[in-house]
């Protein structure tokens, strides 16, 4: 049992670092990495700061080392692409010793009024879309993943997060969309490209238990098939209780679609690991 996508206290996670830990070795994990949302240049009330960064990880360190006997402690970030500056790969992320990078988009460039925060509540983002978007669903939807294929190309990380997140939104706006063959050209676009630069896919089950989605969509589990894009189930937990939330379901679900291996990291190394 492992995951590799947990938030915890130091950024918007609801417990500490350590409580989340102890509810790894309490259900059983096997390995357990903390990846709290990265420090962006603006402060916001989900990610860390810079200043916070030590303590995080001597934290982490201190956790690797008190619990040792028990689970094998990971350090891992969730980094935000904003652009060109602001990146997991730009220096300052890659000189952090952390043990492997999460990629993810929240953040769009709104049509008149800077970054809108598109990772939100259904009933949010359809307040959103009318507001700094224009009602124009199928140019954001285009423009989130440009934001992602920029990432992709840029680099600097390991596991791709959430990664079709907002489709999930977009779908509730127009239940269509998943059908829509520009949509289908769209995600084979990406996942191409993200097969191309030997990135890892995480299956995000954060909103599995809510929704029964996967992050990316059980759709496309044929399409990482079919490209041997590396997968791992990251629970994205931001409470303790949630740690294994979905992730019986989503093994089940790579191994009905022909994926029988997910990654994990075995004294340091990511190693394909046969789903048992
Ligand atoms: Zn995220
Ligand atoms: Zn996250």
């Known amino acids: 049992m492992t995951n590799y996508h947990s938030h915890c206290s130091f950024c918007d996670g609801r417990a500490s670092m350590e409580d989340f830990v102890k509810e790894a070795i309490r259900q059983g994990f096997t390995s357990y990495g ?12 989900w990610t860390m700061e810079r200043k916070d960064v030590p303590a995080y990880l001597e934290e982490i360190h201190r956790l690797k080392q008190q619990y040792d006997a028990e689970i ?4 891992g970030m969730e980094i935000d692409y904003l652009d060109a500056g602001s990146n997991p790969a730009i220096e300052y ?3 952090l010793p952390l043990d492997y990078r999460i990629g993810s988009v929240h953040l769009l460039e709104s049509l008149e009024d800077g970054l809108v925060d598109i990772d939100a509540p259904v009933g949010r983002f359809k307040v959103i879309l009318p507001v700094y978007f224009g009602n124009d669903l199928k140019g954001m939807v285009q423009k989130y993943f440009d934001k992602l294929m920029a990432m992709v190309e840029t680099g600097g990380f390991d596991i791709l997060g959430h990664a079709d997140k907002m489709s999930y939104n977009a779908s509730c706006c127009d239940p269509s969309l998943l059908e829509a063959p520009w949509y289908n050209r769209l995600i084979k676009e990406y996942f191409s490209l993200v097969a191309s ?4 896919v995480e299956i995000n089950t954060k909103a599995y238990n809510d929704t029964g989605i996967f992050f990316p969509h059980v ?17 994205d937990a931001h409470f ?19 994926i029988p291996a997910v990654m994990e990291l075995h004294q340091g190394k990511w190693e394909e690991t046969p789903i048992g």
Do not use: C, W
Request: proline share 10%; aromatic share 8%.
């Open 72 to 75: 094998e402690i990971y350090a």
């Open 93 to 95: 992320f890659q000189q």
């Open 197 to 200: 630069k030997g990135i890892m």
């Open 34 to 45: 903390i990846s709290s949302h990265a420090p962006l240049p603006f402060p916001t009330r």
């Open 240 to 258: 303790p209780a949630r740690i294994n939330n979905g992730r019986q379901e989503a093994l089940e679900a790579l191994k009905a679609n022909g």
């Open 219 to 235: 759709k496309y589990f044929p399409l990482l098939r079919d490209l041997h894009i590396p997968v791992l189930v990251n629970s």
